[in-house]
Structures are given as structure tokens and as C-alpha cells.
């Protein structure tokens, strides 16, 4: 044991001698840049990866990370970040060191002015392996949003009989374990290809309710791939193989619950979906349609993935595959209104790390949009996810590694945000490129309040619009036919406000003001 600790000690040395350089890119700088680091950490014992989507709450990113790369240590840290402009406004973090005292945090989100986040609490985990736990109970902790100071922490008693032990989250044992709020209740969701549970458990760990839901009993080999959504929707789909025969796939399905496992929908995916696949990942969804990914290999390596896009109905709206990608360095994005794609990738060139973007046509058919190399050779970057803001610009995210550093006992894995103008990786208008031509597309520009809005596009199209301010908060979004009449905007106060306008295969992005004169 002293010798570990002495090893430890000089490894930390060691490491603190060496440098942190932050990512710069060759002709190109992001609208903002961040990194997420517990402050009371060294930059070299940082492991941190992203739980959950980032919540956008006026104006701010609140980001969850858990820290676990550092053998038997653990904990969390959360941040908020300004949208604007990348800045830390606070950060919380805890981190422990000892085996049955460690934490994980999971399932945030904000009531009114509170950010509250569920805490799973280390119990009894074997000492003879160190670096893993399943076992937790479940506590709840609110923090105030203005400051970051810890507002309440609530426990479930250990000593409770009745206290549910809870896994950790994540795919164990071929089971795939979720927990969130619901009110003041906590909801477990477990899945496997062939069954979904849902436990209901009050805030003393008490199982008040339960549900099951079998969807499969041929064929239970296989996996899943779950969106939860925090309002009252579980987005999943399983495929299962059928192994009498050798291994190939056998069904693949979409289901919609409720949290109580009441079926919404169900889609039948198999027939549009590539065979033999080792794995069917439901990678992301808007309110149109959803997206999965899949790819012949777990292993981490140069392969092809397709990327399919289906709408609720179960049709298939677009397929691509990309060739010579890592699944592990690799994600996409939907279009905020449409089922068109954005891809963010990264691959190895000449020695540097190489970020490309993509988007898709809605058609199968996909652009380079973007190729961005790293100044430093030495960075090490893998692609982890893209997030679309309501302004169309797309924040991105990296695990960004040092070369020099890869062979040690650990590794620091620095993750990386960045802000990227959606204006450069064309997915919106450039605010010249508006100014210079919406009169072409809206008028009257400016209009006076209590007006109706004008484009110049046919009477009778079906358009899809969304209105925002010039801080990216939806006002109104909707669906209709364009008429005579024009787009109702009454409700408007004055100011300057923005439309994405679509309709016909486009997308346009219009400035306008409105006056009352």
C-alpha cells in the first residue's frame, strides 16, 4: 500500500513538470472555447465525461461530468457556462479517493431556480477490485443556480432494509440501467433486448410502483440503445439475433413508452436497416424524426457506418455511410426542423488530429463542409458529440489527449467545448449574407407592430417556421400553409427578432425588426 502511494505521488510529479497547451487550429477560431477542469485537481488527474445532454437554461449551458479515470478515484463536477461567450460562471465538484465513499452523479435538471442532480452513493464494493462499483444508494442534491452554493442534499437511509440498491448507469451484464427524477420520485429503467423495467422509488430508496414490458421472446440475445427524454417519453429500439443458425440479426425495433411502459408506438426498423450489424445505436432525435447509426464492429476501428434517418411513421427518410470511421470517434446531429444530418468526425492525418464536418441533403447525399487541423501535433482528439443551438451555431464537443502523455498510468483526457458559427459550417446565413438579403424573403422589413408578416414565396406551401430572439430563445414555432395572410407576429414586441424560415427543401435564416411607427 506505501508503495502505491509512493508511486502515485511521483507520478502526480511527474506529470505537474509537464505543460498544457490548449487546442489552437490552423486559420480558424471558434466563436468561444472551453474546458472543463475540477479547479482543485491538477490539469494532469483530469478524466472528466459528459453524463447527459447539457441543459440551455436563459442564456447558460449547465454541463454534468463524471471524473473516473484515475484508478480507484471518483466524482463529479458541474458547471455553468455561459452561451454568449464560453465563460465560467461557476462550478461545483466533489472527488473522492477511499473504495465505498465514492459518488456518481446522473440525471440533472433545472426546477425553477434550482439545479438538481441525482447522486449515487458507493455501497459495498469488493476491495479486491478497487476500480469497479455497481452497488449505490440514491441521494438527490439541489444547488442554487445564481451562485453554485449547495442549497439541500437528500439521503436515503443505509440502514433502511427497504432501501432500493440502485446500479450505476450504463450497459452491465447486458442490461441497461437508467435512473432520473420524476416530482420527487426516482424512476429506474432497465432494459435488454427482450424486456424494459421500470421501478418507481420514493425519496426514502422505497419501491412504490413497478412495470414490466416484454417485446421480445424468440430472440433474447442482442441490445439496446435508449433516449430518455425528461418530460414523459422513453425513445428506444432493440435488435435481437438469431443464433439457431448462426449469429444474424432478427428484428430491430423502435418502441415509444411512457414511463409506466405504456407502448405509443411501435417500428418494425429491420427491413430498412443494414444486416449483421453488431450493434443498432439510437444516436439522436428532434421532434420529426429519429436517427440511428450502425456498424459491424465493437471494436475501435477504421470501419463503415451507416447513418439511418426514420420518422415516427417508420419511414425511411435518408441513409449514408461513412467509410474509415471509428465508432468512438464519431457523432451527429439533427437538423433543428428538417431530418437532415450534421456529422462531426475525427481521423488521424500526417501525424495531427483532423476534425471534419459534414451535413447532409436530407437525400443521402452528404457535403464537407468544414476540415479543421490542430496547430500542435501533440493533441490528441476524439470526436464525442455536437449539440445544435437554437442560433444554429453547433457546440462541440471533444476529449482532447497529449500524445507525450498516452503511455502513463493515467492519462488525462482534457474535455474540450467549443462554439462553433453555424454561419462556417453552412448551416445558417452569415448575419451580412441576412442583412443583405431579406428583403428578397420577408417584408414588410421593418414592420410595425401588430402586422402581419410577407415572404416571397407561392401561396399554399407548406412551411415550417421558428421564431427566436437575438439570444436564441424560441418565441414561436409552427407548421401551416402559407397564405394570403401571411404570418401572424401581433404578439411581438419591439426589437429586432429572428426566422428560420423552411419550406420547400430550404432552409433561410431573416433578420427583421419590428416598430411601432
Known sequence: M??????????????????????????????????????????????????????LHNDYYYFLH?????????????????AKDGNLDWNYYKFFTK?????????????????????????????????WWLSSYLSRKAINISDGTEISTITTDTNDVNNRRVIVPGIIFGINNNIFQSGDNYILLQQTASSYFSKFINKEGHVIDSFQKIVNTTFLNGGIS?????????????????????????????YLFDYKLNMKSKLDLT???????????????????????????????????????????GNLLESFVLDRVSWNSFTTELDLNSHKSIIFLTKEEGGSSVL????????????LVK??????KDDLLLARNIYLSPKLDLLTNIVHISRKLQNNMIVPKWTYWALIDGADLELKTSINQISDSKLNYIYPNPICTGNNLFMSIPFGLPINYTVMD?????????????TSNGINISYLECGQYILNLFFNGKSICNIFQVTNK
Open 2 to 55: 506505501i508503495k502505491n502511494i509512493l508511486l502515485c505521488v511521483l507520478l502526480i510529479h511527474k506529470l505537474s513538470a509537464q505543460t498544457f497547451d490548449p487546442i489552437q487550429f490552423k486559420l480558424f477560431q471558434p466563436k468561444w472555447s472551453h474546458y472543463s477542469m475540477a479547479n482543485g485537481l491538477s490539469k494532469f488527474i483530469q478524466g472528466n465525461y459528459l453524463s447527459g445532454h447539457p441543459i
Open 66 to 82: 463524471n471524473i473516473s479515470d484515475t484508478s480507484i478515484n471518483q466524482g463529479y463536477l458541474i458547471e455553468k457556462v455561459n
Open 99 to 131: 473504495i465505498n465513499t465514492r459518488e456518481f452523479a446522473t440525471g440533472h435538471k433545472i426546477i425553477d431556480d434550482r439545479y438538481s442532480v441525482i447522486i449515487q452513493k458507493e455501497i459495498g464494493s469488493n476491495p479486491l477490485l478497487p476500480g
Open 226 to 254: 435508449t433516449i430518455i427524454n425528461n418530460e414523459d417519453s422513453i425513445y428506444s429500439i432493440s435488435h435481437t439475433f438469431d443464433t439457431s443458425n448462426g449469429t444474424k440479426v432478427a428484428e430491430i425495433n423502435f
Open 271 to 313: 427491413q430498412d436497416l443494414p444486416k449483421n450489424q453488431s450493434n443498432y445505436v439510437l444516436k439522436k432525435r428532434n421532434s420529426n424524426c429519429f436517427q440511428v447509426i450502425s456498424y459491424p464492429s465493437e471494436a475501435d476501428i477504421s470501419q463503415s457506418i451507416t447513418v439511418s434517418t426514420f420518422n415516427y411513421n
Open 356 to 367: 471534419y464536418f459534414y451535413k447532409s441533403d436530407g437525400k443521402g447525399v452528404i457535403k
Open 371 to 376: 476540415k479543421l487541423v490542430t496547430e500542435n
Open 470 to 482: 437575438l439570444n436564441g430563445r424560441i418565441i414561436t414555432s409552427n407548421k401551416e400553409y402559407y
